[in-house]
């Protein structure tokens, strides 16, 4: 395993994409796509980005979960929201 720079936050070596506070509300519908479609996968070494293949929760995971939480969403909201795509029930459907 690679060692990574800010390995207590379980963040990889990339930066996270920014969230602007001022323009979050205009993200809010590709955040919630972004946080459905960059989902786990579980290998032996690990959870893996199903879409992008990176080690998850990849940077798109981790940009729509924070633009989410900074639009008021709860982590609890985007844990039904993730599996009620899981199930094909999605809001833009
Ligand atoms: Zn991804």
Same mark, same amino acid.
């Given at each position: 395993?690679?060692?990574?720079?800010?390995?207590?936050?379980?963040?990889?070596?990339?930066?996270?994409?920014?969230?602007?506070?001022?323009? =979050?509300? +205009?993200?809010?519908?590709?955040?919630?796509?972004?946080? *459905?479609?960059? @989902?786990?996968?579980?290998?032996? #070494?690990?959870?893996?980005?199903?879409?992008?293949?990176?080690?998850?929760?990849?940077?798109?995971?981790?940009?729509?979960?924070? =633009?989410? +939480?900074?639009?008021?969403?709860?982590?609890?909201?985007? *844990?039904?929201? @993730?599996?009620?795509?899981?199930? #094909?029930?999605?809001?833009?459907?």
């Amino acid at each position: 395993m690679k060692p990574s720079v800010n390995q207590e936050n379980g963040f990889t070596e990339l930066a996270d994409y920014p969230v602007d506070p001022a323009t =979050v509300h +205009l993200d809010l519908d590709i955040a919630q796509k972004a946080v *459905t479609i960059h @989902v786990a996968q579980d290998w032996p #070494g690990g959870p893996i980005c199903r879409n992008c293949g990176e080690r998850w929760p990849c940077r798109l995971a981790r940009w729509g979960v924070n =633009v989410l +939480l900074a639009g008021g969403w709860s982590h609890e909201d985007i *844990t039904k929201l @993730v599996e009620h795509a899981k199930a #094909g029930e999605v809001p833009w459907a």
